[in-house]
């Protein structure tokens, strides 16, 4: 069986920079606010509160860790456009999506967030030039440089990701 932590692959890094394939990356998470929605769409507070899988968060803390990553990866957009390779701290997801409004915060805040956030970080992203999508921050857990090409996909990829833990578990559930 097909491990469910990761319903569509795990993320591959791109090997070569391809301007369709940036394209297709900025139109997901252009999406994502819209197609999360979709997947919680009618949940009760008991099925928000269930864990996608065995030991794994449940929906709603999915669904703000979503917000929580998409700040994060708004942020270190902004650093490395404006500082030359700037050093970015990694957040602890897990301990983030053990605080109290990861745990008892209605979901539809982190809805709203995402849908204002992605506009603005896909209308940045829009208005770069292409060059640009070379410049790189130094990841302080990773101990690596990432440009905002591999950024942007690693975040379409991300969003997908959490998107079809939840409808994998609706599948699941008859939900």
Do not use: C
Not at 10 to 29: C, M, Q, R, V, Y
Not at 81 to 97: C, R
Not at 115 to 122: D, I, K, P, Q
């Amino acid at each position: 069986m097909k491990d469910i932590r990761y319903p569509i692959g795990t993320f591959e890094k791109p090997a070569t920079f391809d301007e369709e394939n940036l394209k297709e990356w900025l139109g997901d998470i252009r999406r994502l606010p819209s197609v999360l929605r979709e997947a919680v769409r009618g949940l009760n507070e008991a099925q928000l509160n269930t864990p996608y899988r065995e030991g794994g968060w449940t929906v709603a803390q999915v669904v703000h860790h979503l917000a929580d990553a998409s700040m994060n990866a708004f942020v270190r957009t902004k650093w490395t456009l404006t500082e030359e390779t700037p050093s970015i701290k990694p957040f602890d997801e897990n301990a983030w999506a053990e605080t109290t409004d990861a745990l008892s915060l209605s979901i539809e805040f982190s809805l709203q967030l995402l849908e204002g956030l992605h506009a603005r970080w896909v209308q940045l992203l829009e208005s770069l030039k292409l060059a640009t999508f070379k410049r790189a921050f130094y990841h302080e857990g990773t101990k690596a440089t990432m440009d905002i090409y591999t950024l942007v996909a690693m975040y379409a990829w991300h969003g997908k990701h959490h998107t079809a833990q939840i409808q994998q578990l609706r599948k699941r559930k008859g939900w």
